[in-house]
């Protein structure tokens, strides 16, 4: 079985979010199930510059630029740095290397020309997928990721293309939305533009013609694949999902479980696994020595790694830390975001010294030792995809504390693993907080909770077999 995954970021080349795991990730699994997945990436330039060798494949010259201009571009064939997945790169400059990240500038601007730069991405991923593809290894599905790829069905389909595609959408919230007048240059036909294509409310959405026209749609954990389906979470979208249920499915992330392996972890000087824990109370000394708060045993230590966003539920955190540090707790964060929530986290820290730390940014390393050194770990997420940090929370013995959305949902068992409060209020919170502080002093339970989160399997094999039989459900028979 070939798969064409088509992606704009893939970790460890290019990462902004969950996406680039992702796609680091489950290409790798897929061929260790015997599956020929290889990866479609843009050049950006950070990637151009990591790759170590790279020889072109084939060369574009039907492709215009923003400003109606022919546009350089060439296909490169080389594979993804640690792994043995094969990696093709669309390598166009004048689209793809740029001085900021991969969807805006050093300002945090998006890109003026986005819409040009991920339709060709798609057109490619569409070509290599289709008869006409200008390489010798042709792939039976295609498999696309969110807005950013979300033309490459639309583009096979209306070609007359029968390769089945899918689009796994990563977090709905995010649908790749550009003016009507954006058709005429992006080489879609004017009879594409209705509520049965890719138009969405008097504009044009990438994600919804992904979800229009791929032959399948996945998303990241089986709740989120209903909840989607609904008002509150549908984001405009729910009445396609709907009567698309039958082809719709949530097949959970995994995590790198070589990557996040509290008994052998690089970043970690306290390595501990589920049968011998005495590394994990060092981790939490170190942890707390590391961040200047108090070093006491005894003060439960809650972690947090999060996007500081109303998403992410840091201000029903704000409404109960004075609470949590009332009760004798400690609080350690570590992210960036939202100014004003990142503000509210300065002055928490400020008025609670040695009890409350925060790093305001991002620290690949400090994230492992936060999951490495914290007794609870705080995931109020309003809505919530997949998420990854509490399956690393769990592999840690870190006990996660999460709102029953979307993968939390579905990774976390309330009173066996960890503690699920349902309403995404403070109140609802604090009130599984307080079961948390109830069970901590009583060391039997909690270690048996600790346990029981630690021995989870939440590798990508899982994952990669369910992609297996989905791919085999929508290829002909003799595939």
């Known amino acids: 079985m070939r798969i064409l995954f088509a992606t704009s970021e893939a970790a460890p080349l290019i990462k902004t979010g969950g996406l680039a795991d992702v796609s680091g990730a489950l290409p790798a699994a897929l061929r260790k199930i015997g599956i020929d997945c290889r990866v479609l990436l843009p050049g950006y330039a950070v990637i151009m510059y990591k790759l170590e060798a790279t020889r072109q494949i084939a060369r574009f010259d039907q492709f215009l630029d923003a400003a109606g201009k022919p546009l350089a571009a060439r296909l490169l064939q080389s594979a993804i740095p640690g792994s043995d997945v094969p990696l093709y790169v669309l390598d166009a400059p004048a689209a793809f290397a740029r001085d900021g990240g991969p969807y805006q500038d050093a300002e945090g601007l998006d890109y003026p020309d986005n819409a040009h730069r991920f339709a060709l991405l798609s057109q490619v991923a569409a070509l290599?997928?289709?008869?006409?593809?200008?390489?010798?290894?042709?792939?039976?599905?295609l498999h696309c990721n969110d807005w950013q790829t979300g033309l490459a069905p639309a583009y096979l389909r209306l070609s007359g293309g029968t390769?089945?595609?899918?689009?796994?959408?990563?977090?709905?919230?995010?649908?790749?939305?550009?003016?009507?007048?954006?058709?005429?240059?992006?080489?879609l036909p004017a009879s594409s533009f209705s509520i049965e294509g890719v138009e969405y409310y008097g504009n044009l959405s990438f994600l919804k013609a992904g979800l229009y026209y791929a032959s399948h749609i996945t998303t990241v954990s089986p709740t989120y694949a209903m909840e989607i389906q609904q008002p509150h979470l549908g984001m405009g979208m729910q009445g396609l999902l709907a009567g698309r249920r039958q082809q719709l499915s949530g097949i959970l992330n995994?995590?790198?479980?070589?990557?996040?392996?509290?008994?052998?972890?690089?970043?970690?000087?306290?390595?501990?696994?589920?049968?011998?824990?005495?590394?994990?109370?060092?981790?939490?000394?170190?942890?707390?020595?590391?961040?200047?708060?108090?070093?006491?045993?005894?003060?439960?230590?809650?972690?947090?790694?999060?996007?500081?966003?109303?998403?992410?539920?840091?201000?029903?955190?704000?409404?109960?830390?004075?609470?949590?540090?009332?009760?004798?707790?400690?609080?350690?964060?570590?992210?960036?975001?939202?100014?004003?929530?990142?503000?509210?986290?300065?002055?928490?820290?400020?008025?609670?010294?040695?009890?409350?730390?925060?790093?305001?940014?991002?620290?690949?390393?400090?994230?492992?030792?936060?999951?490495?050194?914290?007794?609870?770990?705080?995931?109020?997420?309003?809505?919530?995809?997949?998420?990854?940090?509490?399956?690393?929370?769990?592999?840690?013995?870190?006990?996660?504390?999460?709102?029953?959305?979307?993968?939390?949902?579905?990774?976390?068992?309330?009173?066996?693993?960890?503690?699920?409060?349902h309403q995404p209020t403070a109140h609802a919170l604090w009130l599984a907080i307080e079961r948390a502080f109830e069970l901590y002093p009583h060391r039997p339970a909690?270690?048996?909770?600790?346990?029981?989160?630690?021995?989870?399997?939440?590798?990508?094999?899982n994952s990669a077999r369910a992609y297996q039989t989905l791919y085999q459900g929508l290829l002909p028979t003799e595939v």
């Open 254 to 421: 995994g995590i790198d479980t070589d990557e996040w392996n509290p008994a052998a972890d690089r970043h970690l000087n306290c390595e501990f696994n589920a049968r011998a824990m005495a590394g994990k109370k060092r981790c939490k000394q170190l942890l707390q020595e590391e961040l200047g708060l108090e070093p006491l045993d005894d003060a439960p230590l809650f972690g947090m790694i999060a996007r500081m966003a109303h998403q992410k539920g840091l201000d029903l955190v704000l409404a109960v830390a004075d609470g949590i540090i009332d009760r004798g707790g400690q609080i350690a964060l570590l992210g960036t975001g939202e100014k004003s929530i990142e503000a509210a986290v300065r002055v928490l820290v400020e008025r609670h010294p040695g009890k409350v730390a925060a790093l305001i940014g991002y620290d690949e390393g400090l994230s492992h030792r936060i999951e490495a050194g914290s007794d609870m770990f705080l995931m109020p997420s309003l809505f919530e995809p997949c998420g990854l940090n509490q399956m690393y929370s769990l592999r840690y013995g870190s006990v996660p504390i999460v709102h029953a959305t979307g993968g939390l949902r579905d990774t976390v068992e309330d009173g066996v693993t960890g503690f699920v409060f």
């Open 446 to 461: 909690w270690k048996k909770m600790m346990t029981a989160g630690m021995t989870r399997d939440f590798s990508w094999e």
């Open 128 to 141: 290599l997928a289709g008869p006409a593809s200008p390489i010798d290894w042709q792939p039976d599905l």
């Open 163 to 187: 390769t089945p595609s899918v689009i796994t959408v990563h977090n709905l919230a995010y649908q790749g939305i550009f003016p009507p007048s954006a058709l005429a240059k992006l080489n």
